[in-house]
Every structure is written in C-alpha cells, then in structure tokens.
C-alpha cells in the first residue's frame, strides 16, 4: 500500500513540474513574441472595405 502512494505521489510531482515548465516556457514566448511584435509593428493601412474608418496610408501601430 505505501509503494501506491509513493509512486502516485511521485507521478503527480513529475506531472506537476512538467506542468510549471510548460507554464514557463509559455511565459517566456509570450514576452518575447510581445517583446519583439507587440510594440514594434507599424502597418501602413491601404484602405479596405475590412476597416472602413481608416483611410490610405493610415499608420496603425
């Protein structure tokens, strides 16, 4: 009975640390994607029928 526990035990701490690397490395994609794409894209808007309010050569950041 006590090796049950101990490798359910052990099984939830490995499927818990997966669970943080994921959520890390989730986090860090998500900084770098906004880091590199978030701020720094600029489109020059031609107009369009999908954005009606915008005009020809509208900047759009």
């Known amino acids: 009975m006590k090796i049950i526990i101990y490798s359910i035990e052990?099984?939830?701490r490995i499927a818990f640390e997966i669970f943080l690397l994921i959520v890390v490395l989730f986090?860090?994609?998500?900084?770098?994607?906004q880091y590199l794409f978030?701020?720094?894209?600029?489109?020059?808007v031609r107009g369009?029928?999908?954005?009606?309010?915008?005009?020809?050569?509208?900047?759009?950041?």
């Open 10 to 12: 052990r099984v939830a």
């Open 27 to 33: 986090l860090i994609y998500a900084n770098l994607s």
């Open 38 to 44: 978030g701020s720094v894209v600029i489109a020059i």
């Open 48 to 61: 369009s029928s999908m954005f009606p309010l915008l005009k020809n050569g509208d900047i759009v950041l």
